[in-house]
């Protein structure tokens, strides 16, 4: 009795931590929404209303691409939208964010946004509140398992407070951070995802600037279409994400400021020619008009076009800011597109277009879905959202082959990660698992030294050196029994790769020998040390997982 008397009071006071540090992460999260929302403010008053007084408005972005120059010179991992950072920080990083990141991140968004680059705030603002969230953790001097949670919780909060969507933002924060739902951890997302929206509800009134028309609706008769529009979004969603990739490893020929100065370049023009349709910046002005209805065929197209080239050019050059708005406004105006075509509601279909799209983009359709019952204040177009969602989900799947916009950019960095599945192993390094007292033969072994050093340490399976101590290959018993006199050649890990990683190697071999930078062997690692591995990480990813 003692003994689930004091398991109870460690539950709880382990509870108490949580909630307690999930609350100040989404009062965090949602002041640090607010706060980036006043830099963008200034940041683009500045630009539009004083310097464009001065100077031709499609100079406004050349101008920018100015000021962030030297950040991206000197820090090139401010660039891009801020999720796939808070992704690396849960999975491979314990939850750790650098403040001196977080803060240059900030300044080279808002200067992005303000300066009229194509690009959207909503995953900055998800990504300060991760910042923030994670500096709680290391004040509060939580555990991996927690800062990793807080980490998270910070995200929930910032992007519930912009679209005033608490329940979709827990959501967005599960599936694509966590990639998948884990009951026990909903409930200090949950907590701090609502605190994040009360905050920004408090201070401005209102969190989503596009006003939803009230009155939306679907026909059932209208299914086939929406599964039509889901297979188009699931097809175009990952055109869009590998153009951007793709377009970005071509200017990365370019100097950096030259492709900076390109891409604001392209964006100053199609901005200043489709001037109040919301190429410039976050771009909420056009998708109001989607919404309203108030735009033609041939206008909804071109703005699909110019939107997307202008997003994949501000983020592909190295300017830094999000994908999430721009998504929206693409799904929005091809939605729009698409419902015209037949003769449909544009309005409907430009709400569940955006959702579509956006499904499709980042693999998480079940956000989208509730982020259109929050926004909409009703369930009536949420069997549309979820056939075209989940289409546009599955097709887009099939394409992507596992990955989202988000995971390619961690992709191109050798990280692997797919969605749709927890990431568990991945959460494990090799040289937390690895043995480091080694036990190993010398090039030219005889059969009698593998016997002999295989009855004495219990082990059957050694790692064969050469005389700088590099790995030449692995020898096992069985391999002496059968006759073999060489070492066999083996696959090696370094130490900061993951235990997936390792386990891939070990399906095909007994031991993988693990090596330094310099090729010399540090550890080893079994299949019994990955099983070890996934239980360590199932005690950092769950709230009960561990003491």
Request: charge should be positive; hydrophobic fraction near 50%; aromatic fraction near 8%.
């Amino acid at each position: 009795m003692k003994v689930n008397k004091l398991e109870n009071d460690l539950q709880m006071m382990r509870w108490a931590k949580v909630i307690f540090a999930s609350i100040i992460a989404g009062i965090g999260g949602g002041l640090g929404a607010l706060l980036f929302r006043f830099l963008v403010n200034v940041t683009t008053t500045f630009f539009f209303d004083v310097l464009s007084a001065k100077f031709k408005l499609f100079l406004m972005p050349i101008i920018g691409a100015l000021l962030i120059y030297p950040i991206v010179k000197n820090n090139p991992r401010v660039r891009g939208t801020g999720v796939p950072e808070v992704i690396e920080s849960v999975i491979f990083r314990k939850g750790e964010i650098s403040g001196k990141f977080a803060i240059l991140k900030v300044v080279a968004t808002s200067i992005t946004i303000g300066s009229g680059g194509s690009a959207g705030r909503e995953g900055p603002i998800g990504f300060i509140g991760a910042s923030i969230a994670s500096w709680i953790g290391r004040r509060l001097s939580l555990s991996p398992q927690m800062k990793r949670l807080i980490t998270t919780c910070g995200l929930a909060a910032g992007i519930s407070g912009t679209f005033n969507t608490p329940l979709a933002g827990a959501m967005f924060a599960l599936e694509v951070i966590y990639m998948g739902a884990f009951s026990l951890n909903l409930v200090p997302i949950f907590i701090s995802s609502i605190i994040g929206n009360a905050i920004t509800l408090t201070f401005l009134g209102r969190a989503f600037e596009v006003e939803i028309p009230a009155g939306l609706s679907h026909s059932i008769s209208e299914g086939l279409y929406y599964v039509l529009m889901g297979i188009i979004m699931g097809v175009l969603a990952p055109i869009f994400a590998k153009s951007l990739y793709k377009t970005g490893d071509m200017l990365e020929r370019i100097p950096l400021l030259l492709r900076l100065i390109l891409a604001a370049l392209i964006v100053g023009v199609l901005g200043s020619q489709l001037e109040g349709y919301g190429i410039f910046g976050v771009g909420y002005e056009g998708l109001q008009l989607a919404l309203l209805g108030k735009l033609g065929l041939g206008i909804m197209i071109t703005l699909a076009v110019a939107k997307a080239v202008a997003t994949i050019f501000t983020i592909a050059s190295g300017f830094s800011g999000g994908i999430f708005a721009p998504s929206l406004y693409i799904g929005a105006m091809l939605g729009g597109a698409f419902a015209m075509l037949f003769h449909l509601n544009p309005q409907s279909y430009s709400l569940v277009g955006m959702a579509a799209f956006f499904s499709a983009l980042t693999q998480a359709p079940i956000a989208q879905i509730l982020m259109v019952v929050e926004l909409t204040r009703g369930y009536s177009l949420l069997p549309a959202v979820m056939i075209a969602s989940t289409v546009s989900f599955l097709t887009a799947r099939f394409i992507f082959k596992g990955s989202s916009i988000y995971t390619l950019k961690l992709e191109k960095r050798g990280m692997r990660i797919r969605t749709g599945k927890p990431m568990i192993l991945e959460m494990v390094k090799v040289e937390d698992i690895m043995s480091k007292e080694v036990i190993c033969l010398k090039a030219g072994f005889s059969h009698e030294e593998v016997i002999s050093k295989a009855t004495q340490t219990g082990h059957d399976c050694f790692p064969v050196l050469d005389d700088n101590e590099k790995v030449i290959g692995i020898i096992c018993v069985q391999d002496v029994l059968r006759g073999i006199k060489e070492p066999l050649k083996a696959h090696t890990i370094e130490k900061d790769r993951t235990a997936r990683d390792a386990l891939e190697i070990l399906m095909g071999q007994r031991i993988l020998p693990v090596v330094d930078e310099t090729g010399k062997l540090v550890g080893v690692v079994t299949k019994s040390d990955v099983y070890r591995a996934y239980y360590m990480a199932l005690e950092e990813t769950f709230i009960e997982g561990g003491p």
